[in-house]
């Protein structure tokens, strides 16, 4: 076969499996389309680890409470050599581990993934005791005090919340240092700020929960209030100020009680990974077909811990950027200053956000190639002046972060996402273009790098696209086959047609 | 339309374009093994003399740094001489020295150079910093070409060369390149060199670019570019179509110069050759491209060999550009 028809194969080959397969999940399994914000499912990984001490280990943990609004679709342990247990006491759910022969480091997971139903602010009432009023004397005083500092005595009950807890927060004010330093009885802040709503007559509560954010890794558990307002309980931040939704958070304890009971073993800590996921419909869909064992299902990304799903959520964005650099190499004739340079400036700029990440990259490239331009004068050799590079760069950096952070804008502390080693290389090589072909070169091939980076920035940033490639793997054979197309692509690029254009007038 | 020129008028005019060139004739017809004998212009040099190609000739070769050390000792015979790096591209790294001036080497502009300069820049070619990819690198030193002067006021401060572009051993395409003031004296096209389109079969000037612009007259010293004409044509064709026989490579482009003593001279081979000659002739490659192609089916067809692109030519350099110069113009 000779390789044009073997490439129309490859193409026909990759488009009609990546076609089928995508039409198959939707038509079959039931997979959505395109995905719909409102039928929102979490993935909640909680990982746990501690040192052991003896090889005799036991531990408790809180489980999250399935409450009318929330469901669990699906909850998992991941815990080699223990054994678990379910228990009930008191109407909560704890989770009970224990093995004989733990040695050193001991890591355990759950998973689980949690939708919500519902109105999230019709949440039942539970029958859980409310925290009760512990101060007395001196304490009471001073949270008098800090609470006639208040203005907002007409306003409604929300904005008056809102305004004690900005009193609280204020460093300055003598009342709320002694409140949350000397009364607070190591309890932190939401315990006082519970304390001095109770003085106001409300009744609250302290409870622990998740945040729910979309790729949010490694996070710890998080302190609220819930407070009672018109006969309806709201969740309320002290350190935010504000009123945390229903459905943004999974309560994990009600009380200020740890989470985490460990014996035999020391250092133990919790952590949590969120990553919002596909809707009801997707994950009804998913959970009918794992369980009549569909390969597709069983042997793909959803079977990963959530942790390296978020990576791979990244990672099948990455060939969407390779084939904007395709397309603007090969298709529009654009230059770049290394071919896949842009990709990874691009999802530097997932993190800094777009202008802010044009800023800090013309700025590290800018201030690195003046400095590597005193390079030049001292003929070094390759791999020590790219050293040398390097160097800079991370000097710059540090710069750049302290500076910002000194003047109070902390976002040059982002400029540690960009890659320091792609830098310094496109710093090195645009030193050289400038030293041989001129200024006016560095400055076509550092706006075409831009533009593809933005491009694909803009691509792999749109959370639809990310959520359907996340949904439908197989569109990467497509991608595939696009980018295949292209290589054996022999017509004229854009930048032909400009180039050659004074043939027309002759 | 908007500074862009319609695809279906280029390819009335079978302008080859960037993808076309890549994927069709030079991904086709260019084994990629045969890449470092045109790369590395040492190994090139090593052919052309098997093949008594006539080359600059080559001094001597600096290998290791620590020879930089007796460089100077080994240049005291010369007066006149060019370093430069194996494997350096679009003549980056050329160091031409014209003249000495007691304990200094005067390039050909007049700047003065130490000889630690020249030390240091012998180092530099060594440690790669010229080369594709930095990888380290020889340092070649040659005799410096002695030009002819049928250029004079055809280039400003600098030497002209031609290049041909060869397909499967047939010239199918040539240009001078000028330089300008704009281009610091050298024949570099992006840097603003002017480029002539050479008739195939005189030698005569066709029409030349700046900047990918038309124009008419050397826009430093005057003259008008189509009284341009290149002695012993017929020699420096023989020359750029026997390299291909030294190559191996199907889509060629052959850098020649003209020196006063010894004739056409092959400077470097390269793989990739620029399109921008097609702009310089006023007219497109395609055609002339596949004319070699028929061409080359005819002849293989009359020796009974299977007709396959990559087979080997039965006609001889003569042959080619004897057929070469009655087709093309």
Request: aromatic share 8%; proline share 3%.
């Amino acid at each position: 076969m000779s390789s044009a028809r073997q490439i129309l194969f490859l193409v026909v080959l990759l488009i009609s499996l990546g076609i089928g397969a995508v039409a198959y999940k939707h038509l079959v399994l039931g997979f959505p389309l395109i995905s719909n914000e409102q039928e929102v499912v979490w993935n909640l990984e909680t990982k746990i680890t501690f040192d052991a001490t003896s090889s005799n280990a036991r531990l408790m943990f809180n489980l999250p409470e399935t409450t009318l609004n929330r469901k669990e679709l699906f909850s998992e342990v991941f815990s080699p050599g223990y054994q678990f247990e379910l228990i009930n006491q008191s109407g909560t759910d704890y989770g009970m581990w224990s093995t004989s022969n733990a040695v050193g480091k001991q890591t355990l997971y759950i998973r689980s993934q949690t939708y919500f139903l519902g109105d999230p602010s019709e949440v039942a009432h539970v029958d859980q005791p409310l925290a009760s009023l512990v101060w007395e004397g001196a304490a009471i005083q001073a949270a008098k005090a800090l609470l006639l500092t208040v203005n907002e005595a007409t306003a409604d009950s929300k904005t008056r919340i809102r305004a004690i807890a900005l009193a609280l927060n204020r460093v300055t004010d003598e009342n709320a240092y002694v409140l949350l330093n000397e009364y607070s009885e190591g309890r932190g802040r939401q315990w006082v700020l519970s304390q001095l709503l109770m003085l106001e007559g409300y009744e609250t509560r302290l409870v622990q929960g998740v945040l729910l954010e979309d790729m949010r890794r490694k996070q710890s558990i998080h302190h609220l209030v819930e407070i009672k307002i018109d006969d309806k309980w709201l969740l309320f931040d002290a350190r935010e100020i504000d009123f945390v939704d229903w459905d943004r958070v999974i309560i994990m304890q009600r009380g200020d009680e740890p989470l985490l009971d460990v014996f035999g073993g020391q250092n133990s800590q919790v952590s949590f990974s969120t990553l919002k996921d596909q809707r009801s419909s997707f994950t009804t869909a998913l959970a009918s077909a794992q369980r009549d064992s569909n390969p597709l299902v069983d042997f793909s990304i959803y079977s990963l811990p959530i942790a390296e799903q978020n990576t791979f959520k990244l990672l099948l964005l990455i060939p969407l950027g390779a084939l904007v650099v395709v397309i603007l190499r090969n298709l529009v004739g654009i230059q770049t200053s290394g071919t896949f340079m842009p990709v990874l400036i691009a999802l530097s700029f997932l993190q800094t956000s777009l202008i802010l990440g044009i800023v800090l990259f013309v700025l590290v490239v800018g201030v690195g190639l003046i400095m590597r331009s005193y390079l030049s004068r001292l003929n070094l050799l390759l791999v020590p002046r790219i050293a040398s590079v390097l160097v800079f760069v991370i000097i710059i950096y540090a710069a750049i972060g302290i500076l910002s952070f000194k003047m109070g804008w902390d976002w040059g502390l982002k400029v540690t996402f960009f890659p320091m080693i792609i830098l310094s290389w496109t710093i090195e090589r645009m030193s050289i273009l400038w030293d041989e072909e001129g200024g006016h070169e560095v400055f076509i091939q550092s706006v075409g790098s831009l533009l593809t980076a933005s491009l694909a920035y803009l691509l792999m940033s749109n959370s639809t696209i990310a959520d359907t490639i996340f949904l439908f793997p197989e569109i990467l054979l497509i991608v595939l086959a696009v980018i295949i197309a292209i290589g054996s692509y022999s017509g004229y690029r854009l930048s032909d047609l400009r180039r050659f254009e004074p043939m027309e007038r002759l | 339309m908007w500074g862009f020129a319609s695809p279906k008028r280029l390819r009335a005019l079978g302008i080859v374009g960037m993808n076309k060139r890549n994927v069709y004739y030079i991904a086709q017809h260019n084994p990629r093994h045969l890449y470092p004998t045109v790369d590395d212009k040492l190994q090139t040099k090593d052919l052309c003399h098997s093949h008594d190609i006539a080359v600059p000739k080559l001094l001597g070769v600096c290998r290791i740094q620590q020879h930089t050390k007796d460089l100077i000792e080994f240049l005291k015979p010369y007066d006149q001489f060019v370093i430069k790096p194996a494997k350096g591209s679009g003549g980056k790294g050329i160091l031409v020295v014209s003249g000495r001036d007691g304990n200094c080497f005067i390039k050909p502009s007049g700047v003065r150079i130490s000889h630690q300069e020249l030390q240091r820049h012998v180092s530099n070619i060594l440690s790669g910093l010229f080369s594709l990819g930095g990888k380290t690198d020889n340092a070649l030193i040659e005799d410096m070409v002695q030009f002819t002067d049928d250029f004079n006021g055809f280039s400003y401060e600098g030497v002209p060369d031609i290049r041909v572009i060869l397909f499967k051993g047939y010239p199918v395409m040539a240009m001078t390149r000028l330089s300008t003031h704009a281009s610091d004296g050298k024949a570099n096209l992006h840097q603003g060199a002017v480029g002539v389109g050479l008739s195939i079969k005189t030698g005569k000037a066709i029409g030349a670019v700046q900047h990918n612009n038309p124009i008419k007259q050397h826009p430093d010293t005057g003259r008008v570019l189509t009284e341009l004409k290149v002695p012993s044509w017929e020699k420096v064709l023989l020359l750029a179509s026997r390299s291909y026989d030294v190559s191996g490579l199907g889509y060629l482009g052959v850098d020649i110069v003209l020196d006063r003593r010894y004739g056409p001279l092959l400077l470097e081979l390269n793989a990739r050759p620029g399109l921008a000659i097609q702009m310089a002739n006023q007219t497109g490659l395609e055609p002339r491209l596949r004319w070699v192609i028929e061409q080359e089916k005819k002849a293989n067809k009359v020796n009974d060999f299977k007709c396959d692109l990559r087979s080997k030519s039965v006609l001889t350099a003569e042959q080619k550009i004897r057929m070469a110069m009655d087709e093309f113009d």
